[in-house]
């Protein structure tokens, strides 16, 4: 059974703070690794990572793959209240996703 | 991006009665389609994956007969709640597979249901 596991499963910080979420996995027939973002609705895409080594960045977020380790994590520098949010990260096998359970992450003024 | 969108956004309901939730891919075509529910501080579980024209793939421990799904066009895909009870309360989310990246799944908004 395919199982997707984050770390931690929540985090309060300061804004300013840096923050690294990781993310586990362990999918037969692994294609990608999703990151995504969960406000108060449905998750928005993040990042798509398929190789390793590659860092992926888009403002104060970064992401990479470690694909011999089956380990991502995602990186968030300089955090501000707006990045209060559930992160998830999910693994994906044929168009399919197995999520893992989330990360909260609250970031106070 | 792809957009996909959801309705009814909310919907509070009697037991024992049927609520029909609507996905649609707004500017792209979706041959895959996915229903995920998710309960409050938890993570997406993964219900039925819906292929256009054929029957859908139920994951483990959801009722087909309970939780029906029809995906007839290339941009809709149903979820039938038949005889909701309090415990089918939930926030249930669509998924489309994006074209260009085809492991991308873009969600919709979500349904907030409410069986009382």
């Known amino acids: 059974e395919d199982k997707v596991v984050q770390s931690p499963l929540s985090l309060v910080v300061h804004e300013g703070d840096t923050v690294t979420l990781n993310c586990s996995y362990e999918?037969?027939?692994?294609?990608?690794l999703l990151w995504y973002k969960q406000e108060k609705k449905a998750p928005t895409f993040l990042f798509m990572l398929t190789s390793s080594g590659i860092e992926k960045k888009s403002g104060r977020l970064s992401s990479i793959l470690d694909k011999k380790e089956l380990f991502s994590i995602l990186n968030i520098t300089a955090t501000q209240t707006g990045d209060s949010a559930i992160y998830l990260c999910?693994?994906?096998?044929?168009?399919?996703?197995?999520f893992g359970q989330g990360t909260i992450l609250t970031v106070h003024p | 991006g792809a957009v996909v969108s959801q309705h009814p956004s909310r919907v509070i309901c009697k037991s024992g009665t049927s609520v029909k939730i609507e996905c649609r891919s707004l500017d792209f075509q979706a041959t895959t389609m996915f229903w995920y529910r998710q309960f409050p501080k938890q993570s997406l579980m993964l219900m039925a994956t819906s292929n256009e024209g054929s029957k859908a793939t139920y994951e483990q421990g959801v009722e087909k007969d309970k939780f029906l799904i029809n995906h007839a066009s290339l941009t809709l895909s149903t979820l039938t709640v038949t005889s909701a009870h309090p415990e089918d309360s939930s926030f249930y989310i669509c998924?489309?597979?994006?074209?260009?990246?085809?492991?991308?799944?873009?969600f919709g908004p979500g349904t907030r249901l409410t069986v009382l």
């Open positions: 998924s489309a597979l994006g074209t260009s990246q085809t492991d991308t799944q873009y």
């Open positions: 999918v037969t027939n692994f294609r990608s």
């Open positions: 999910a693994g994906t096998s044929y168009g399919k996703l197995t």
